[in-house]
């Protein structure tokens, strides 16, 4: 039983953090030094942690599978790199490090919402 409480414990400790990650990546552009900074420096740890979903991501996001294999390889790296970037520049205001789409990393996991097209928006006569 102690074993169970202390992997239960330790998964709430691990998954805590992405319940604030859009309020950190909010943050970014902050005009205040201490939040923007702390928000740069999460995010682009977050970036470099994450660029390995970028492998998975893109292929089920390109109608071409191999296209996405080529992309999920070219934006992890951009990825990786982009985050490494900001974390490192995260205590200089003002620098802006070009980042990918989606900027915030957890936004990788969660599913977009795709726009209803014309064959299924009701019509009006």
């Known amino acids: 039983m102690k074993k169970v409480s202390v992997l239960v414990i330790a ?5 805590a953090p992405f319940a604030f990650a859009n309020a950190v990546c909010d943050n970014v552009d902050s005009s205040e030094y201490l939040k ?20 998975f991501r893109q292929p089920n996001i ?7 294999v080529g992309r999920g390889v070219l934006h992890t790296g951009v990825r990786a790199v982009a985050g490494a970037g900001e974390a490192v520049t995260a205590i200089i205001p003002g620098v802006k ?10 936004d990788l996991v969660q599913e977009s919402e795709e726009p209803a097209s014309a064959e299924t928006q009701p019509s009006q006569a």
């Open 62 to 68: 390109n109608e071409n599978k191999w296209e996405g």
């Open 36 to 55: 923007a900074t702390g928000a740069k420096f999460v995010r682009g740890v977050g970036n470099v942690a994450l660029s390995w979903v970028e492998l």
């Open 97 to 106: 490090i070009p980042q990918p789409d989606p900027p915030c990393p957890t």
């Open 11 to 15: 998964m709430f400790v691990m998954v």
